[in-house]
């Protein structure tokens, strides 16, 4: 027997050997088409939830100083006091009523804010209900925590997509704990209305079973009043923080902060050693030295937000106009976030449609199908970027798409 033979056979033996749900939960789509393009020469990335302006000197400045001070030690596990008053501060400007410390928790990354939330409050034999197409990493890590996601899909018609609320409701049984709304959405750019957000919460209120609100993108809005800087609706404005309500949220998108992985959540005070405890034998904390960035970012990183939805207003425009003259290609014009969610009549299987976007246009594109049922013959592109770069990749696509579409 080779040697490769009996590594093959150890491998087999290692995978049999683990928990099912980690063994076959599959790659996350996103990120298999970003293994398979990434080092591509002129290739445009569009498959990631980010932009391409790197954090700004003012916000990791501080992170600098704070290293060479020494803070390199152990801290709060709930976050430093200070960032945790600059998000109370930071919530009570946008959306003018009292905020309270007690009810923020910083955690390395939205995606973990949502870990802690699942671990919380469902595990094995539970139900969540969502909507979808939705972000990957909801259903994921439900699954691996052995929660079923029940995904109620979303109907696209007459270029417009529609939740039925009673279909979604529908989907709730005696196994559901939590209903998990994003909304503006990934990957939608859809924006609920504060008539459905408010359904939802009744219903929820009703049936007490918790809402897990994703706004990751409210401050990335484009609807009625956003010019002069309204904000999309909120559950926020609608929740008592005291409620069976936990809302995820995240430094990575508004202060171009992705690499650095730090995110909060929003949760009733009486949680507060629950949560302490989940951070404790999850990550033990954020370094202190981050959380000295988030500070900064907080209390002064709002012209750099604002600088990134006019570049984000601009990209949406040129994604948006393009695309719109390509026959066969459909969406609906997103109205939050930063993602163009588009469909080409005959696309065929949407992986290898993306692949042949990175072989044959060096554009990159994520698949429909990674963000679940309803995402068939759609492909997420993020507009987050300069306008040349996205000229360029909508001038490559307006090209190739009609030869494609069927
Ligand atoms: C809807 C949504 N929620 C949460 C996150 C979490 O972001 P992060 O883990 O970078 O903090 C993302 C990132 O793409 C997202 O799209």
Redesign the pocket.
């Known amino acids: 027997m080779s040697q490769s033979d009996t590594h093959a056979e150890h491998g087999d033996t290692v995978l049999g050997a683990l928990r099912p749900e980690a063994r076959v939960e599959p790659e996350s789509g996103i990120i298999s088409i970003f293994n398979y393009g990434r080092d591509r020469e002129g290739l445009i990335p569009l498959w990631v939830?980010q932009g391409d302006m790197p954090t700004p000197k003012f916000i990791y400045d501080t992170t600098v100083q704070s290293l060479a001070a020494g803070e390199t030690f152990y801290t709060y596990q709930r976050g430093i006091p200070e960032v945790r008053q600059a998000l109370a501060d930071y919530h009570e400007g946008l959306y003018r009523r009292p905020f309270d410390v007690e009810n923020l928790f910083v955690t390395a990354?939205?995606?973990q804010a949502?870990q802690i939330a699942i671990q919380a409050i469902a595990g094995a034999g539970d139900e969540v209900v969502l909507s979808s197409p939705a972000?990957t990493n909801y259903p994921a890590p439900l699954r691996l925590a052995g929660v079923r996601p029940r995904e109620v899909p979303m109907t696209f018609s007459n270029g417009r997509w529609n939740l039925d609320l009673d279909r979604f409701f529908g989907a709730v049984n005696e196994r559901t704990r939590a209903i998990f709304v994003?909304t503006p959405s990934?990957p939608l750019g859809t924006v609920m209305s504060a008539d459905e957000m408010l359904a939802i919460r009744d219903f929820c209120r009703e049936r007490g079973i918790w809402l897990v609100a994703?706004e990751?993108y409210s401050r990335f809005y484009f609807g009625p009043g956003s010019s002069e800087g309204a904000l999309p609706p909120s559950f926020l404005d609608i929740c008592d923080p005291e409620e069976r309500f936990l809302a995820?949220n995240?430094f990575?998108k508004n202060w171009a902060m992705?690499g650095w992985r730090v995110?909060w959540l929003m949760a009733p005070k009486s949680m507060g050693q629950v949560i302490e405890n989940l951070i404790q034998y999850n990550t033990s904390g954020v370094a202190q030295f981050m959380q000295r960035a988030c500070v900064t970012a907080l209390q002064e990183g709002d012209h750099f937000i604002a600088q990134q939805v006019a570049q984000a207003r601009e990209g949406r425009d040129i994604v948006c106009q393009a695309l719109r003259t390509v026959p066969g290609v459909q969406f609906e014009e997103p109205e939050g976030a930063f993602y163009l969610f588009f469909s080409v009549d005959g696309s065929g299987d949407t992986e290898q449609f993306a692949r042949r976007m990175v072989d044959e246009i060096a554009v990159g594109v994520a698949p429909g199908t990674a963000f679940g049922p309803g995402g068939e013959g759609f492909m997420r592109l993020c507009f987050a970027r300069s306008a040349d770069s996205l000229r360029e990749a909508v001038g490559r696509m307006t090209e190739w798409l009609p030869s494609q579409s069927r």
């Open positions: 939830g990354s939205g995606m949502m972000w994003n990934n994703d990751v995820v995240t990575s992705t995110g």
